[in-house]
């Protein structure tokens, strides 16, 4: 049986996850065909449309209306990779459709959009994905699997720091824009969820943040409006008790940062930048010295590990400490891993690997974050997922309905 794929949101993003499918059907694991795609712009949608005729051999059918899509064809699945403020209105029709749904991050524009559309899927019986690729580097898989192993003692204290971007607008105009999630949140919960992947859950957070710049310059000098925030710095506690050491500097001049680092009771496991291919740096305590443990001797302390069938043909070997690919193979490569795990899922009637509940975790934590400095304190998650009166929450809510 041919699954049957459809995706709405022909921009930068749905082309990125059409060299996905590339790069699937090069390894013989694109278990789905790619048969309609939509985009309001028409340019977009056939723009898309024909990279995926030729990468993928078969040209998607193009539509400008989502409800048109669904009325003329029956379709599986659905990638959405419009911008946030969308994903609950293109995700719910797609349920009514009898579609199951991988959103990409961030989940959805506000907590409470995002909890009324988990739950939407729970009803309906759907699956709801989001798609999360940091978490998917080998370098990642590797990384936790040592942390899983007790090669750095027990976790106590992580840090998640980054500097960069300066002025410039990163990527698109609209992720600085409050009304579209803010860049904060855009580039936020791929931190949050790559804690919470290593570390288990988190259930507090304090954060203070600001507007560095007002204005963003593009690669042409022009000029565009930001008015969400653009740094984020904060603590966070895990369930466990671990804390979280946040920085998140979206207007970062001078010195680039990127540090992730976990400490334990028997040593540290240094984790470098995603989508690098860098390897891990661990150094254990030993008789109270401080130990590096050389690269080539990761694998021996964790003899049970393997990447899963698809991750290791597209990185080419199940046990790996570092990689040497271009960052757009390597951005190609997770796209791809996230499709095939969301298609398999609805094929064998299990949960995929970030569900919606967890892409919703993960935007809870950031908002978390915002929301702390205006209540003054400490705030949880659960109050963040349970709450729909939170400020920095209500500022969004109130500029749409201005």
């Not at 590339?22 to 990279?51: M, R, S, T, W, Y």
């Not at 349920?95 to 749904?101: E, K, N, Q, Y």
Request: net charge negative.
């Amino acid at each position: 049986m041919t699954f049957a794929m459809g995706l709405v949101g022909c921009g930068g993003m749905g082309r990125r996850h059409v060299l996905g499918m590339k790069k699937l059907q090069a390894v013989g694991h694109l278990n789905f065909d790619l048969v309609a795609v939509c985009d309001i712009f028409p340019a977009n949608g056939e723009k898309l449309a024909d990279q995926a005729g030729e990468l993928l051999g078969k040209r998607p059918q193009v539509f400008t209306d989502f409800e048109a899509m669904q009325r003329s064809m029956k379709l599986d699945g659905l990638i959405v990779t419009t911008t946030p403020e969308t994903h609950t209105d293109v995700a719910l029709k797609a349920f009514a459709a009898g579609m199951d749904v991988l959103a990409e991050k961030p989940i959805t524009l506000t907590v409470a959009e995002g909890v009324n559309l988990v739950q939407a899927a729970e009803q309906a019986g759907r699956v709801l994905a989001v798609a999360e690729n940091y978490r998917r580097d080998p370098i990642n898989r590797l990384g936790k699997a040592l942390v899983d192993s007790g090669a750095i003692g027990r976790p106590y204290l992580a840090t998640q720091a980054s500097s960069s971007s300066g002025e410039f607008v990163v990527i698109t105009p609209w992720r600085h824009r409050k009304d579209r999630g803010g860049i904060v949140i855009d580039m936020g919960v791929h931190y949050t969820d790559i804690l919470e992947f290593y570390l288990g859950p988190i259930e507090s957070v304090f954060g203070m943040s600001a507007i560095v710049d007002a204005e963003r310059k593009d690669a042409q000098g022009g000029l565009h409006p930001a008015d969400a925030e653009d740094l984020s710095v904060g603590v966070m506690r895990f369930s466990s008790g671990a804390l979280v050491n946040w920085l998140l500097n979206m207007a970062g001049r001078g010195e680039g940062l990127f540090s992730r680092v976990i400490y334990g009771t028997g040593g540290s496991l240094n984790i470098p930048g995603d989508r690098l291919g860098k390897p891990l740096g661990l150094v254990q305590r030993q008789a109270g010295k401080d130990v590096p443990i050389p690269v080539e001797e990761l694998l021996k302390l964790v003899p049970d590990f393997a990447l899963d069938a698809t991750t290791a043909a597209l990185f080419g070997s199940e046990r790996l400490t570092r990689y040497d690919l271009a960052w757009a193979d390597i951005d190609a490569n997770l796209l791809g891993i996230e499709q095939a795990d969301f298609v398999q899922a609805v094929i064998d009637h299990r949960q995929p690997e970030v569900t919606g509940a967890m892409g919703l975790r993960s935007l809870a934590l950031v908002f978390g974050l915002l929301e702390a400095e205006r209540l003054g304190r400490t705030v949880t998650l659960d109050e963040v997922l349970q709450r729909r009166d939170l400020p920095y929450e209500l500022d969004i809510v109130k500029g749409l309905q201005a």
